[in-house]
């Protein structure tokens, strides 16, 4: 009798209140639910206006609201001189904006690239006073809004230009100087920060060991820490390349004569109306982006240095 | 004699982030001899990994001097030093090849070709490994990446060669291996070595002296042989293998042999060190577990009439079996326990003791030795 009381009570600590455990269920039903669906809402906000900009691009009709079959005719017309109905759209000055967009970005991005680097480098292996504000500071064109970083820019070469008139008589126009200069200087922190990354990742054992084996500092630098750094330094670059190529308010408001670049083309288009040329060359931009970005995480991800 | 390496009165404090300074390696002086192999022990933490890169050149003495053959190193960096480091995680360059790893050191002296792919394959074969010139790091086991980081040193041919404890991430049977073949590959080619290990069979079963060094700074240095028969503190009897610590107090000695009373009717003989710093007092007497006899009490012990023998009566608290040997726990008398290990073999009678049972314990002068503290 007393053993079998003992099991019972035994058995009784097992029971669980079924209820509790159906109400845990469904909600953890609807956790899972939502947990699913939360990413799809997200990306549809991020990505439907994208979307209805690929979609017009192909659309047959002019308009922009109703979409009335599939055609390239607009890919066709930027690049075969076919002039818009719109005025100011001729492939010869699309064409020209985007030799000033190359320009630009690859001159920004080689310059920022060799800076970025070297402040990585000196952020992740040498100490010195101030080492830390330098970090933090790393990151402040990151999260400064680029219209301020472009009116302050602005700004600044005001002053610089205005200061030099006047010590000089010589007057200086913005231009292709002063748009590069601009991107380098919002560059440069992306850069740093994706070959900091790398830096970081990588055991010092290895410098040590060139250093070991006869090396000098250059020779270490050559033979050893450049190569394992090399896939963040091409990661950066591109990264720099993407943000210099469709950048619109640095560039617009440090702009000149003559320099006009492929985003700002785009938004002079827009002024007049929305076309489907927009929409197309907005498109290209976009792929030619997305895979520059996707080749630089690729590349960020790349084997482990431990 | 010639001296390889020289450190004199090292001091390193690393005076970084929020801590004040953290003294790493604490007036260490080392005479290192020319094709010697040295063992750095101690446990983690001590300052070995610390006064090896001071060596290498990675680091700099906060105080005190480094001389390699004579030469001060104050201001050699490390790629001007003659000597090289096997690192403990091998640190291979993962970029290259294990060809390509080893040429490294000797592109560096300028020298190219075939000239210098003759020696890495030299080199190779030195470890054994003739045939993965052409793999990457990664494509080795850790076995074969500790063999090409030895060949990447020795290949450079340095006047002492630094190993950061080589054999740390590899399994057991593979370190017994590997032991043995660092032992007679370091007497083949006839360097220096300075090994770095906090495991103390390792450092017994390889090198001709041992530094045991405890908190940045080093306890002792001896054979070893002369580490574990004459620990000269507690630090370094309790770290290399198992010992038992008897109190007693000193109360006279003569020609060398110190008379110390555990109790009140019980007085031991123990050998006296040279210069010992006391002439009476408290001390330590450190004695081996397998230098203690056992027998029951009342059998007249065979060596109940040598000189030189201590023995004394006792009571059995514990006995455990462990395969070769059974460890008997046994109370001698100023309430000291202390511990016997007996060797289980058949050609001997073994006795039965029981727990409880009154027990003889002896032991021979020479095994016996005393500490201040
Ligand atoms: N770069 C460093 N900065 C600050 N403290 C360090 C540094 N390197 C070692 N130490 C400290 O110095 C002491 C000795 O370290 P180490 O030489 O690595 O010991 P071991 O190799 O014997 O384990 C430890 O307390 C360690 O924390
Ligand atoms: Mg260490």
Redesign the interface.
């Known amino acids: 009798m007393a053993a079998d009381a003992k099991v019972k009570n035994h058995v009784q600590d097992i029971y669980v209140d079924e209820n509790a455990v159906r109400r845990d269920m469904l909600l953890r039903r609807i956790g899972k639910i939502g947990l699913y669906f939360n990413p799809i809402f997200a990306y549809f906000f991020l990505w439907s206006p994208i979307l209805v900009l690929v979609i017009f691009s192909f659309n047959r009709s002019r308009s922009v609201s109703t979409f009335t079959g599939f055609t390239l005719r607009w890919y066709n017309n930027i690049f075969n001189g076919v002039m818009g109905t719109e005025v100011g759209f001729s492939t010869q000055n699309m064409l020209l904006a985007l030799r000033n967009s190359m320009i630009v970005s690859f001159s920004a991005t080689i310059i920022a690239t060799i800076i970025g680097t070297m402040i990585a480098m000196s952020l992740s292996r040498s100490n010195f006073p101030g080492k830390r504000i330098l970090d933090a500071v790393l990151f402040l064109p990151v999260v400064i809004p680029e219209i301020t970083q472009g009116i302050s820019l602005a700004i600044f070469f005001n002053v610089l230009f205005g200061w030099w008139q006047s010590l000089t008589g010589q007057r200086i126009f913005p231009g292709f100087h002063t748009i590069i200069i601009a991107h380098v200087a919002f560059n440069i922190s992306y850069v740093a920060i994706v070959v900091r990354a790398r830096m970081a990742n990588m055991n010092p054992r290895f410098e040590e060991a060139a250093r070991d084996l006869g090396a000098n500092e250059w020779q270490t630098f050559r033979y050893v820490t450049f190569p394992l750094i090399l896939p963040g330094v091409v990661a950066g670059g591109l990264l720099a390349f993407t943000l210099s190529l469709d950048d619109f308010v640095v560039t617009f408001f440090n702009s000149g004569v003559g320099t006009t670049t492929l985003p700002v083309f785009v938004y002079g288009l827009l002024k007049l109306s929305i076309t489907p040329e927009i929409n197309a060359i907005s498109t290209i931009l976009m792929v030619i982006s997305t895979v520059l970005i996707g080749i630089s995480m690729l590349l960020q991800g790349r084997t482990a240095l431990r | 004699m010639a001296y390889d390496i020289r450190l004199k009165n090292v001091v390193k404090v690393f005076s970084?982030g929020k801590h004040k300074g953290v003294v790493a390696v604490d007036n260490v002086s080392l005479d290192i001899e020319d094709g010697e192999f040295f063992a750095l022990l101690g446990p983690s933490g001590c300052g070995k990994t610390t006064t090896l890169r001071m060596i290498?050149?990675?680091e700099q003495p906060t105080e005190g001097s480094i001389l390699i053959r004579d030469e001060p190193m104050e201001h050699v960096?490390?790629?001007h030093r003659p000597?090289?480091?096997v690192?403990q995680?091998y640190?291979?360059?993962?970029?290259m090849t294990v060809l390509q790893n080893i040429m490294?050191?000797l592109k560096?002296?300028g020298l190219s070709g075939d000239a210098a792919k003759q020696r890495a394959y030299e080199a190779l074969e030195l470890v054994r490994l003739p045939e993965v010139a052409n793999r990457r790091p990664s494509q080795m086991s850790g076995g074969q990446q500790q063999r090409v980081a030895l060949a990447?040193?020795l290949v450079?041919r340095p006047a002492v060669l630094l190993l950061d404890e080589p054999l740390g991430a590899l399994d057991l049977k593979l370190r017994k291996q590997m032991q043995y073949e660092l032992k007679s590959m370091q007497q083949q080619v006839g360097i220096t070595f300075i090994y770095v290990t906090h495991d103390q069979e390792e450092a017994m079963t390889m090198a001709d002296r041992i530094a045991v060094m405890s908190e940045g700074r080093v306890l002792q240095v001896g054979s070893p042989r002369d580490i574990y028969e004459q620990p000269q503190s507690r630090f370094v009897a309790d770290f290399i293998g198992e010992t038992n610590f008897i109190s007693g107090t000193l109360e006279s000695h003569d020609n060398g042999v110190g008379h110390v009373r555990l109790a009140q009717d019980t007085v031991v003989d123990v050998q006296m060190p040279k210069n010992f710093s006391l002439s009476s007092g408290a001390v330590t007497i450190p004695i081996r577990p397998e230098r203690i006899g056992l027998l029951p009490n009342g059998n007249d012990s065979p060596f109940h009439n040598m000189e030189d023998i201590t023995i004394l009566t006792g009571h059995l608290l514990d006995s455990q079996y462990i395969g070769t040997d059974t460890r008997y726990t046994v109370k001698i008398p100023g309430d000291n326990e202390i511990v016997v290990r007996i060797q289980n073999v058949d050609y001997l009678e073994t006795v039965d003791f029981e727990i409880g049972q009154e027990v003889q314990v002896f032991w021979s002068l020479k095994s016996t030795h005393v500490l201040d503290h």
Not at chain 2, 91 to 95: I, N, S, T, V
């Open positions: 970084s290498a050149g990675f960096p490390p790629f000597v090289n480091t690192f995680d640190a291979l360059f993962p970029h490294f050191g560096m002296e990447r040193a450079k």
